[in-house]
């Protein structure tokens, strides 16, 4: 069963931005998540716990994140979706982080009030 999709803030905005290229590759992981499998580039994003997974993609020297959550049974949370700017490291810039963390908050919210039928 495909699970649907929410998308929390501008995530998916941000997302339609992104190289067309990128867009698929993004898409098709989110895809995945909703057939309850884990895309090959799909990783756990360090410091969130069981369910939140980023999936990087490179284009023409930049770097592309889409963070989603897996955590709840019957949809996907699409959480952020954004370039990264800073040219030294690999760490999620920390404003980034304290986002996913908002949305995750509020994707927690209305997931269990879309539940009870709020």
Do not use: C, N
């Amino acid at each position: 069963m495909l699970k649907p999709v929410e998308w929390m803030g501008s995530s998916k905005a941000d997302l339609k931005r992104f190289p067309d290229p990128v867009q698929g590759r993004m898409g098709f992981a989110i895809y995945r998540a909703q057939l309850g499998r884990r895309h090959r580039d799909a990783k756990a994003l360090k410091g969130f716990g069981s369910g939140v997974l980023e999936v990087v993609a490179r284009h023409d020297g930049d770097t592309f994140r889409a963070v989603y959550t897996v955590r709840f049974e019957a949809a996907v949370y699409v959480l952020h979706a954004f370039q990264k700017k800073a040219k030294r490291g690999i760490a999620t810039p920390k404003p980034e982080l304290d986002l996913v963390r908002r949305r995750l908050a509020a994707a927690e919210r209305h997931y269990r009030d879309t539940q009870r039928g709020d």
